[in-house]
């Protein structure tokens, strides 16, 4: 978008090559990084637009931490005032998370009234899987057969959607979550599959403590969860004594526009939430939301305490991002932008036979690429796309069991001035990649 002379390019392509080089030689060559061939370096941000190294200027439609706006400047107020006054952990007693934690317990159900503070959304998840088996009395765990849920060790035994070199938990069964786009497997099909995954839990006297799972099934790419599924997984689990846990990392805080939560844009009320990376606007900040009949029993039994997640920076972090959601109606403009988006997105899939459709719902759209002879999931061809998206200037990520399902989720900020620019860039991004 921004224009640069090619000794300007010449100059920073060589920095660029150094910086890498020195990230390798600290962190190692296999540390991931987006767009491995060519990696992006991010020198600013605002709003909804990043600055490369390279000097252009890119509208990004991918990061979800920056939930407000990248660098917004009542959250970095808000962070520096607490920084300034008083940032002490969470063994003494201080206003601002107290504040913070009233304000966010307003926007669920009455029935989870209570909180803990954690750093982020693997910690809240490994602590949310805690309280399941204390309350429970059993160890066994549900979780889709390709999802993600954070990197600790007690999480990296019951994650099936990345790679990694530690097998499954013997105390982990699977479930696929059923896509009505495929017509192959019917919902008496899919919930099938719960039953007999819950009854072998039960034959290796394990139970079942609790299902984990993102109401949006995002890591999965975005399926579309026939009527009636989420009931019957959420029946058949706490039949079974276990209970639902809601991973609303990447589909809270307004992310499906008509509703604060994805457990309830999917219709269902988890039994604990699970919360992280948008949470703080970047500060690391996570939580685990929880009946005050789970938070007690486990609390009065176990001294649980963070260092830092409950200090009076990061609950202002927090906090200010409820209220810039708040102040800017950052809902309301997801609203409107969704509907555009999901409108200019059709209207370019359609008649494009290596597409499947738009999928996904507001802020959170995904579109499958198929080998249009085969029907074949084709990772190739959106890896391809989501590179020509980043040299037209926006950027987007992947998802999916083949990474073939093109992941659109930008800060709620991202307005409707900007959808018309990702629909250009996309629009150019599909032609270019067709030769």
């Known amino acids: 978008m921004t224009a640069t002379n090619s000794s300007d390019t010449t100059r920073r392509s060589s920095g660029h090559r150094d910086l890498l080089a020195r990230r390798e030689s600290v962190l190692g060559p296999n540390t991931p990084l987006f767009y491995s061939e060519d990696p992006l370096q991010i020198v600013s941000a605002t709003g909804v637009t990043v600055t490369g190294s390279d000097g252009r200027t890119y509208l990004d439609a991918y990061n979800n931490v920056p939930h407000v706006g990248h660098c917004h400047p009542r959250v970095i107020e808000a962070i520096t005032r607490e920084m300034s006054r008083v940032n002490v952990h969470s063994r003494y007693l201080t206003d601002t998370p107290i504040d913070y934690a009233e304000a966010l317990l307003d926007l669920f159900p009455s ?95 394990h139970g079942v403590s609790a299902v984990l799972l993102d109401p949006l099934f995002s890591t999965e790419g975005l399926p579309d969860v026939p009527d009636g599924y989420m009931d019957g997984l959420c029946a058949r689990v706490r039949a079974a004594g276990g209970l639902v846990i809601g991973d609303e990392v990447q589909s809270g805080f307004g992310r499906t526009a008509e509703h604060v939560w994805g457990f309830q844009a999917a219709a269902f009320v988890p039994d604990m939430v699970v919360l992280g990376k948008p949470m703080g606007n970047g500060f690391p900040l996570g939580a685990v939301i929880a009946p005050a009949g789970i938070v ?106 083949h990474d073939e399902v093109l992941k659109i989720r930008p800060p709620l900020a991202f307005g409707p001035a900007d959808v018309p620019i990702a629909l250009d860039a996309f629009e150019r991004s599909l032609e270019s990649v067709k030769h």
Do not use: C, W
Request: glycine share 10%; no cysteine.
């Open 111 to 205: 029935s989870l009234d209570r909180m803990f503070f954690t750093n982020s959304g693997s910690e809240a998840n490994d602590l949310a899987l805690r309280l399941a088996r204390f309350q429970t009395g059993h160890t066994g765990v549900l979780i889709s057969d390709h999802s993600y849920h954070g990197n600790t060790q007690a999480l990296m035994s019951l994650t099936t959607g990345i790679k990694m070199s530690e097998p499954l938990g013997d105390h982990v069964r699977t479930f696929r979550a059923p896509d009505s786009r495929v017509t192959s497997t019917s919902l008496s099909d899919s919930l099938a599959q719960v039953d007999a995954a819950i009854a072998d839990l039960e034959r290796g006297g």
């Open 296 to 401: 007690e029993p486990f609390s009065a039994a176990n001294t649980y305490f963070n260092t830092f997640a409950t200090t009076p920076a990061a609950a202002a972090a927090g906090h200010a991002v409820l209220q810039v959601m708040d102040s800017e109606s950052l809902m309301e403009r997801a609203r409107e932008s969704s509907t555009l988006f999901r409108k200019g997105f059709e209207e370019l899939v359609h008649g494009d036979d290596r597409l499947t459709g738009v999928r996904g719902t507001g802020m959170f759209m995904g579109m499958q690429f198929v080998d249009p002879a085969t029907g074949a999931p084709d990772g190739s061809t959106a890896k391809a796309v989501v590179d020509a998206m980043r040299e037209n200037g926006v950027l987007i990520g992947r998802v999916g069991r």
